[in-house]
């Protein structure tokens, strides 16, 4: 039973098309993760929910006119909420409206994988749901250490995200895991 689910769609907004480090060679296979789970949740009926960041960083800025979905994703989501901080619950009425449906597991998707996504799933753990991290429908990009100046790929990112959400604060699930747990309730 899809009732107690929800699909968190975090940040996956325009501004990011408008930083300097965006790099559009990962997007495709995101974007198809996102829309299977997109279209998974709405077939199971379990709601769909956009999380937008607003910041004073020009690129999220709300007078930049780029805080607002990407432009492929379906529109009328079943909610929209937007956030100032790294997590999505914080200064969002997002747990009342979870709170308020039965929602007790969440599905994790969006952009920055190790920023937002990570972070409202320790937030999301704290508060007793129960998470889903799929890991195939969050992007992030290379970054570099700022004392080393090693150079982190998203892949390793990924990896590292993956191992201290693990268990502990998530189930790591691809879409397919994560969809079927809409069937088994």
């Not at 107690?4 to 501004?15: E, F, G, K, N, W």
């Not at 805080?67 to 956030?83: E, N, R, T, Y």
């Not at 201290?164 to 069937?183: D, K, M, N």
């Amino acid at each position: 039973m899809a009732s107690d689910t929800a699909l968190l769609v975090i940040d996956v907004q325009q501004s990011f098309q408008h930083r300097p480090y965006w790099d559009e060679s990962e997007l495709p296979a995101f974007r198809d993760s996102v829309l299977a789970l997109i279209a998974g949740c709405r077939a199971a009926g379990a709601p769909v929910v956009y999380i937008l960041h607003q910041d004073d960083d020009p690129e999220f800025r709300p007078d930049s006119g780029l805080v607002k979905p990407m432009a492929w994703l379906p529109d009328q989501p079943d909610a929209l909420f937007v956030k100032h901080v790294h997590n999505a619950f914080t200064d969002t009425e997002l747990g009342a409206w979870l709170v308020e449906r039965g929602i007790r597991r969440l599905i994790v998707s969006g952009i920055r994988t190790e920023q937002c996504c990570e972070t409202t799933t320790r937030v999301a753990s704290d508060l007793g749901y129960r998470v889903d991290y799929v890991t195939a429908a969050t992007l992030t990009f290379d970054m570099v250490h700022p004392v080393t100046g090693r150079i982190f790929t998203a892949a390793e990112i990924r990896e590292r995200t993956e191992l201290v959400l693990s268990g502990r604060f998530a189930r790591i699930a691809s879409v397919t895991e994560a969809l079927a747990a809409l069937q088994e309730g």
